[in-house]
């Protein structure tokens, strides 16, 4: 069994793809109303859609923003670096600046719909 693809439900789906393609190596393969389908180099598939009457019984939004991230990982900490001074430009907003977390070297950032971005790698800078 593998695990077929995430599907992240969020207030602006056009925001919140802009950022998963231009800053994030995602390229869009499929839109219908209120949702997209997203795939990266590794085949990963991420659905970006408005969120869904009746799946859950809480606001999911607010509980997404709070509950979860998803992470990008690279090989080098220098990467790190370079992303994170990019995406001083888009639409995101940045928590502090890469720094030295459980072993490696990362950064968060929150995109459009909430979400919480980690960017790191297993590495930490000499």
Same mark, same amino acid.
């Given at each position: 069994?593998?695990?077929?693809?995430?599907?992240?439900?969020?207030? #602006?789906?056009?925001?919140?793809?802009?950022?998963?393609?231009?800053?994030?190596?995602? @390229?869009?393969?499929?839109a219908r109303d209120g949702l997209?389908?997203? @795939?990266? #180099?590794?085949? =990963?598939?991420?659905?970006?859609?408005? !969120?869904?009457?009746?799946?859950?019984?809480? #606001?999911? =939004?607010?509980?997404?923003?709070?509950?979860?991230? /998803?992470?990008? /990982?690279? #090989?080098?900490?220098?990467?790190?670096?370079?992303?994170?001074?990019r995406l001083g430009s888009a639409?995101?907003? =940045?928590?502090?600046? !890469? @720094?030295?977390? @459980?072993?490696?070297?990362?950064?968060?950032?929150?995109?459009?719909?909430?979400?919480?971005?980690?960017?790191?790698?297993r590495s930490i800078p000499a």
């Amino acid at each position: 069994m593998r695990l077929n693809h995430l599907d992240l439900h969020v207030p #602006d789906v056009a925001r919140t793809v802009a950022v998963l393609t231009e800053h994030f190596g995602f @390229r869009q393969e499929f839109a219908r109303d209120g949702l997209v389908v997203l @795939r990266d #180099d590794a085949s =990963l598939e991420l659905v970006i859609s408005e !969120p869904v009457p009746g799946f859950g019984t809480t #606001d999911q =939004l607010s509980i997404g923003a709070a509950t979860y991230h /998803i992470g990008f /990982i690279v #090989d080098v900490p220098e990467v790190v670096d370079e992303i994170y001074v990019r995406l001083g430009s888009a639409d995101v907003q =940045l928590a502090r600046p !890469p @720094r030295a977390i @459980r072993g490696g070297w990362l950064f968060y950032c929150t995109i459009p719909g909430g979400i919480q971005v980690e960017v790191g790698c297993r590495s930490i800078p000499a």
